[in-house]
């Protein structure tokens, strides 16, 4: 079992920085794929980013390579999401996944979700 926080979500003025934590319980959670999505108001739920259990291997969604960056710190139990460049359509609820597959842009196959938080970046 693994439970997933989300943090650091907020209001952001476009070019703007932020960074997402997720921070997870679980003795195994070192061993998990975790992702990122988002779902933007009226829209289903997207890929952002995803990082392979010891942060070797990263996938990025097209809309923000480039801009967003993924990294772990499995002593801590946590995945950052590194977000520059912000723009109005990044804006959406956040959300981090975790998967026992290799990195996968599909949803279905996380098992283990998070609340999520909210980004704003106003146009």
């Known amino acids: 079992q693994v439970v997933l926080v989300e943090s650091g979500g907020g209001l952001v003025q476009a070019g703007g920085s932020l960074r997402l934590s997720c921070a997870a319980s679980?003795?195994?959670?070192?061993?998990?794929?975790v992702g990122w999505f988002r779902q933007a108001p009226g829209k289903g739920r997207a890929f952002v980013a995803a990082?392979?259990?010891?942060?070797?291997?990263?996938y990025y969604g097209d809309s923000v390579k480039g801009r967003f960056a993924i990294s772990r710190d499995n002593a801590k139990n946590t995945v950052y999401l590194q977000m520059n460049s912000l723009k109005p359509e990044d804006t959406a609820l956040y959300y981090c996944?975790?998967?026992?597959?290799?990195?996968?842009?599909?949803?279905?196959?996380?098992?283990?979700w998070g609340q999520g938080t909210q980004v704003t970046v106003p146009s």
């Open positions: 679980g003795r195994t959670f070192s061993s998990y794929t």
């Open positions: 990082i392979s259990w010891n942060g070797g291997s990263t």
């Open positions: 996944a975790a998967s026992t597959l290799p990195p996968t842009t599909v949803m279905s196959l996380y098992s283990y």
